[in-house]
């Protein structure tokens, strides 16, 4: 049941366009950071699944070409006020940069659902997403536990000011601050890119080849990590975040050390579901966590054959 709704579905990297909204459907946008990711995808094929069901939903998939392009998330979300939608199912660039736009919306009396990071703004209907503090924690504890409570860690971000990135980090450092043998010794930024995560983690190798551990906050930059690793001949275990197929696979093959896993799927289907309750007059929970745990060599024949 689990991998049925965490499956992973590989879509290439698009822009759909507004859908013309017609006759009494509910009219919902998905506002994605990118669609340049097996996550983003997820996203989608959630959203997707729950219009099918309904049967009552004009649904728009939209997203900025990449996650740190901001701005033109913000026009997307202003196209959509022009447009008059229902109900904004958003993931915001940047936490706090979406805010005006968001207001802008709920002053056209557009309700507006923040997932899967977080917003500050207080005049959103509800949070769908995963408890990413405690999703850092999990991967904390797993470093801790394989090094013994003792060695160097160097933890790579996503991009810096996404409260994504904030969270998880902080669930993290939380738990390996707790052991006094645990070093961390770099925190840096990648822009959630592979190629990026690569020559930061090459960067990071040449200043701590005695490096122990390295923790990244996405799959995609985990996977980055790891050719640099391989590369180098280290022994650093690799953890990441997100149950991408290719790191699910390198978990198998013993390359990667394991990751959190979380449901992107169930994003998008609860932001369809709940957004038609909002339009219905429905009261929603103000926050939805979706499932999140630890993937490892333990319980990886769970994921992959």
Known sequence: MM????????????LIPAAAWAGEKVKVAVICKAMDSEFWSQVKDGAEKAVAELGNVDLSVLAPDREVNV????????????????????????????????????????????FDTDSPWDGKAAFIGTNEIKGGEEAGTYIAAALNGKGKVALIGGVMGHQTTIDR?????????????????????????RCVAMTVMENILTSNPDL??????????????????????????????????SALQAIKDGRMAGLVYMSPFGMGELCVRNAVKLKNGEA??????TPMGFVSSENIDEWVK
């Open 3 to 14: 991998k049925k709704f965490l499956a992973v579905f590989m879509v290439g990297a698009f």
């Open 71 to 114: 701005q033109q998330q913000v026009q997307i979300v202003e196209d959509c006020v022009v447009k008059n939608v229902d109900v904004i199912c958003l993931a915001p660039c940047g936490s706090k940069e979406l805010i005006p736009a968001m207001e802008a919306a709920a002053a056209a009396g557009i309700q507006v659902i923040v």
């Open 169 to 193: 980090l902080q669930g993290c450092i939380i738990i390996l601050r707790q052991d006094p043998d645990i070093q961390m010794v770099s925190v840096q930024p990648a822009n959630a890119g």
């Open 212 to 245: 122990d551990a390295v923790f990244t906050i996405n799959a995609e930059m985990a996977m980055g990590a790891l050719e640099a690793v391989e590369a180098d001949r280290s022994d650093c275990k690799v953890v990441g975040y997100y149950q991408e197929k």
């Open 284 to 289: 929603i929970p103000s926050r939805i966590d």
